[in-house]
């Protein structure tokens, strides 16, 4: 959500910028590297089953999910799921995907604390995310300062949600690439170069996101000592 347009919008046009750069970069690389067979041959679902062997977790089950880039891991359910195209698909595009997912199951089974400590500030990030900018409304048109200040620390909380959640999947992809790697699931270093461009692009879209959550926070800070 935006606050009405004023003069400190000029925070955010860069990063608006940039996240329709990484969104596109996203979508390009994808398009790129789903035509790209892997030299193996193995689909999504078998890379991840194997990732998830080799790491000795057996309690996690991988998963077909409609749509596109809809892939995700739940840790409560203990569940990769995996967009049809990547589940069934064998392309390079298929194995990044699946790997990076697998990734957040081994970060989950090992008690990476990043990913714990996300865990523990979704709830607070959710309530922050929703209330921060109709609190700091409400405030402004009231003139009621403290509705303001109780905005700016709800969205300070959403905005820790999104920096906590940059090593999150920065590891993931990390662990993905070297899992592809030592599983021999990806054996041509042309390969290997196409996964992490892959995963790079992917990566970006949430140092984008967390920059947008920081101008907003810069911005809210802005408009609230404009009323001091």
């Not at 940039?18 to 078998?46: C, D, M, P």
């Not at 298929?94 to 714990?116: D, F, M």
């Amino acid at each position: 959500m935006f606050l009405p347009f004023d003069g400190t919008m000029i925070l955010i046009i860069p990063v608006l910028i940039l996240a329709f750069w990484a969104q596109s970069k996203v979508r390009s690389n994808f398009t790129k590297y789903s035509k790209i067979r892997s030299s193996t041959g193995q689909t999504g679902a078998e890379a991840a089953e194997a990732i998830l062997r080799e790491n000795g977790i057996y309690d996690v089950q991988v998963l077909p999910e409609k749509g596109e880039l809809t892939d995700h891991y739940n840790p409560s359910t203990k569940e990769v799921h995996l967009s049809e195209p990547i589940f069934y698909g064998t392309s390079l595009a298929s194995l990044s995907i699946a790997a990076h997912e697998v990734g957040h199951a081994i970060q989950h089974a090992k008690g990476y604390y990043p990913v714990l400590l996300r865990a523990q500030l979704l709830p607070v990030a959710n309530i922050g995310s929703t209330m921060a900018f109709p609190l700091f409304i409400a405030g402004m048109i009231f003139s009621f300062p403290m509705l303001m200040d109780i905005g700016i620390i709800f969205f300070s909380a959403a905005l820790l949600f999104h920096i906590v959640t940059l090593p999150v999947e920065f590891n993931a992809s990390s662990r993905a690439i070297d899992q592809l790697r030592e599983t021999g699931l990806v054996t041509q270093s042309n390969e290997i170069a196409g996964c992490k461009s892959m995963l790079s692009a992917a990566a970006m879209t949430y140092v984008a996101s967390t920059l947008m959550a920081l101008m907003q926070l810069i911005r809210l800070l802005i408009l609230r000592g404009s009323r001091d």
